[in-house]
């Protein structure tokens, strides 16, 4: 006699499956120890066992694998071929709907793709100040992702709709919003996604105090800043939606001088990251509102760690000598913002800590 352990060794069955078919009615051991409950199973039971494992693998229904069986030793040879061929027979008619179903989820996929790309079909012509512009991509070109592997984040997305510019860049570890306000625009919404490269060219073209020419034809967009401007092909690829990622207000929030929040940044304790090559800061605020930079030995629940670098860099982009700091759960990103200006910041993923 086989215990259910062997028999689920040597089958490839769990125990607990053997425990579903012999309550089943599929694969009833020989015996079932009346006081302990342990199953036996007879040696020839692992032939049966084995092939209900390949049935089930093959997805056929138990009202059939229960004839297979029944079957299997027998002379009816005729019913097993019978209930094989008429289950082959099933899953090649699965298999077609399920490839016509997935044709169908491509073709939707293509026409959100080319709904998409439409958008660098509009020709826009809007004004937008220098200044304004220039900030706008000061305040987002350290999130934007240098990764080959991620061409569509390799880049400053311009939406543009209404009255307003938002530059966005991300890497998917940070991200970062600005805004600019625009003249001269229908309206409508309009999509472009700048070259890193490109986005550069136009802030070098970023230094007078007037209102600059953007404008988008197809697939090129130029921006124009008196007799000379730097034009390029867009991205052709989809951004994501950002605005699905922005992050709502905070149960936490604190103010802080920036200059002296980078130096406790820069000279405080330092984690390791899981990869050893970033150094991670992990943050506390207290009860009245203060940042302090953790050490190793402390353990508290709400503590959140981060990129240092990326940190570091954020608070050069917000530009201010004061920042806020958003923070929520310990998993949860912690927002950057200016004071008085809600709709530029930019966001931190935390970093897990392997304690």
């Not at 259910?4 to 009833?28: C, K, N, Q, T």
């Not at 299997?72 to 399920?98: C, Y």
């Not at 070259?195 to 034809?217: H, K």
């Amino acid at each position: 006699m086989r215990s259910i352990g062997e028999m689920a060794r040597d089958s490839g069955l769990g125990v607990s499956a053997l425990r579903f078919y012999d309550r089943a009615g599929v694969l009833v051991p020989a015996w079932v120890d009346p006081v302990s409950g342990y199953r036996w199973y007879e040696p020839e039971q692992l032939e049966e066992a084995r092939l209900l494992a390949r049935l089930r693998r093959a997805g056929m229904p138990l009202a059939d694998i229960r004839l297979v069986l029944a079957s299997w030793s027998g002379a009816d040879t005729d019913l097993v071929r019978k209930l094989l061929t008429a289950h082959l027979r099933r899953l090649e008619r699965s298999l077609s709907d399920a490839r016509g179903e997935f044709s169908t989820l491509r073709a939707l996929l293509d026409h959100r793709e080319n709904v998409m790309t439409s958008l660098h079909s509009t020709t826009v012509r809007l004004s937008v100040a220098a200044p304004e512009l220039a900030a706008a991509l000061d305040t987002v070109r350290f999130a934007a992702s240098t990764d080959p592997e991620l061409p569509m984040l390799g880049g400053v997305l311009f939406d543009i709709e209404g009255e307003s510019l938002h530059a966005v860049a991300t890497d998917r570890y940070r991200m970062a919003l600005a805004q600019a306000a625009v003249a001269g625009h229908d309206g409508s919404r309009v999509q472009v996604l700048v070259p890193t490269p490109l986005a550069d060219a136009m802030r070098a073209l970023l230094e007078s105090e007037g209102p600059v020419r953007l404008s988008v034809d197809g697939g090129r967009v130029t921006l124009e800043a008196g007799d000379r401007q730097a034009a390029g092909q867009c991205l052709d690829h989809a951004f994501p939606d950002y605005r699905r990622l922005l992050p709502q207000v905070a149960g936490r929030r604190t103010v802080v001088e920036v200059a002296a929040f980078r130096n406790a940044l820069e000279t405080g304790p330092v984690r390791f990251g899981q990869d050893g090559a970033h150094d991670l800061s992990v943050l506390r605020v207290e009860d009245g509102g203060t940042v302090t930079i953790c050490t190793d030995a402390d353990e508290d629940p709400n503590r959140v760690a981060v990129n240092r670098e990326f940190l570091l860099d954020a608070l050069t982009a917000g530009a201010r000598d004061r920042l806020i700091l958003e923070f929520g759960t310990p998993t949860a990103p912690i927002a950057i913002r200016r004071p008085g200006d809600e709709g530029t910041f930019s966001i931190l993923m935390p970093v897990r800590l392997e304690d």
